[in-house]
């Protein structure tokens, strides 16, 4: 079975960062795309990232410049770098792998920003 989990989050102030990581088992991330989804409380869940398998990155024009996607495939973990956190970016985060066959979900991870 796939699985993913996501760790990484916390509680910063605006202006700081964060790191999340995604790490897979039962599935090679490289091998398909790998994204970050958020869904905040009273909001439907939206696309952050996501990377493709050529390396190939696309982000939500909130958070141009500030998050990077990223793999390491030694680990088989995927990345998120938030920098420039701010208090809309208060969400819980979720890795997804998307296969050929169906898509897989992480539980999540809370992230919180405090002005």
């Known amino acids: 079975q796939v699985q993913l989990v996501e760790s990484g989050g916390g509680l910063v102030q605006a202006g700081g960062s964060l790191r999340l990581s995604c790490a897979a088992s039962?599935?090679?991330?490289?091998?398909?795309?790998m994204g970050w989804h958020r869904q905040a409380p009273g909001k439907q869940r939206e696309l952050v990232a996501h990377i493709t398998s050529g390396g190939l990155t696309h982000y939500v024009d909130s958070v141009k410049g500030r998050f990077t996607i990223s793999r390491d495939n030694a680990k088989n973990t995927g990345y998120l770098q938030m920098n420039n956190l701010k208090p809309e970016d208060t969400a819980v985060y979720y890795c997804?792998?998307?296969?050929?066959?169906?898509?897989?979900w992480g539980q999540g991870t809370q992230v919180t920003v405090s002005s």
């Open positions: 039962g599935s090679t991330l490289r091998l398909y795309v």
């Open positions: 997804k792998l998307t296969t050929p066959s169906q898509p897989y």
